[in-house]
């Protein structure tokens, strides 16, 4: 099941790419999801690593992901 749209991630929800989103179209391999690692004040960036990837954060913005998972749920 799928959470609504939700611009308060938490370190550890799973987040996935909303298609249309620019990334979105180089991003097929594993599916859009991104693990949220680490959050900025403000919420409209947070930094994630993609999942089945190196390991590396990116800075991404909450405008191009809707929520898939709680963390703890």
Do not use: I, N
Request: aromatic letters at 16%; glycine letters at 12%; hydrophobic letters at 35%.
């Amino acid at each position: 099941m799928v959470a609504s749209a939700s611009r308060g991630f938490r370190v550890g929800d799973l987040v996935k790419f909303k298609k249309g989103s620019s990334p979105y179209r180089s991003f097929d391999g594993v599916a859009g999801l991104v693990l949220v690692t680490r959050l900025l004040s403000g919420r409209t960036f947070f930094y994630g690593c993609k999942c089945f990837d190196t390991g590396e954060e990116h800075l991404w913005s909450y405008d191009q992901f809707y929520l898939v998972s709680r963390v703890g749920k």
